[in-house]
């Protein structure tokens, strides 16, 4: 005797005309859909040689590799970048041609009231900010003394504060020759302000 399936069992396993189309259509637009993104894929992976789907995957891969290689050596280099900085303040003694030392302990004559200088340096940029007393024509003779350490000036501002001082901030870039240290910039500085008072 020859064994039917039930009529109900053998609807599931065969598919409409209509559902297999619908199925070849789905299919046909995910391989389109498919290429499209390859083709996209290789146009930003440089230096393709071949453009089966295969080697543009692999190139990808080995590309994105080489860019978290580069993330990670900028994010070590922005770890390493320092940043200088030097400030003197208040009270300076004009040192013999071979003393260093900033402060003495000699009588009031010997000392001249300086203005407060800050320092900062990062790379080949240089922020200066003075604290010091209004008089004629400091500003200018400031900027005078910055270009002439070889500094090109990017930007200044000058505020009054109080009656009788001024706080000015320049903003600078080394030139090529520029080779001084920031505690060296700032002593060049204050033994400016010793002439100009």
């Known amino acids: 005797m020859i064994k039917t399936r039930p009529f109900s069992s053998m609807a ?27 083709i996209a894929l290789s146009s930003i992976v440089p230096g393709l040689k071949k453009m089966d789907k295969a080697s ?11 860019l978290q290689e580069k993330i990670k050596q900028l994010e070590e280099q922005t770890k390493k970048r320092t940043v200088e900085s030097v400030v003197l303040v208040k009270r300076y003694h004009l040192p013999a041609a071979d003393d260093d030392d900033d402060h003495s302990n000699s009588s009031s004559n010997d000392d001249a009231e300086l203005p407060e200088i800050e320092a900062r340096a990062s790379e080949r940029d240089v922020m200066i900010r003075i604290h010091c007393e209004k008089q004629p024509g400091v500003l200018a003779k400031v900027l005078s003394e910055v270009e002439s350490l070889r500094l090109s000036i990017v930007n200044s501002s000058v505020l009054p504060f109080g009656n009788s001082t001024l706080d000015i901030t320049i903003v600078a870039q080394m030139d090529g020759e520029f080779s001084m240290k920031v505690i060296e910039l700032v002593k060049n500085l204050r033994l400016a302000f010793l002439k100009f008072m």
């Open 12 to 38: 599931t396993t065969t598919r409409s005309p209509s559902h297999a189309q619908d199925h070849i259509l789905a299919e046909r637009k995910r391989r389109e859909k498919l290429s499209q993104r390859f």
């Open 56 to 66: 543009v995957l692999g190139d990808a891969i080995k590309y994105v590799k080489h």
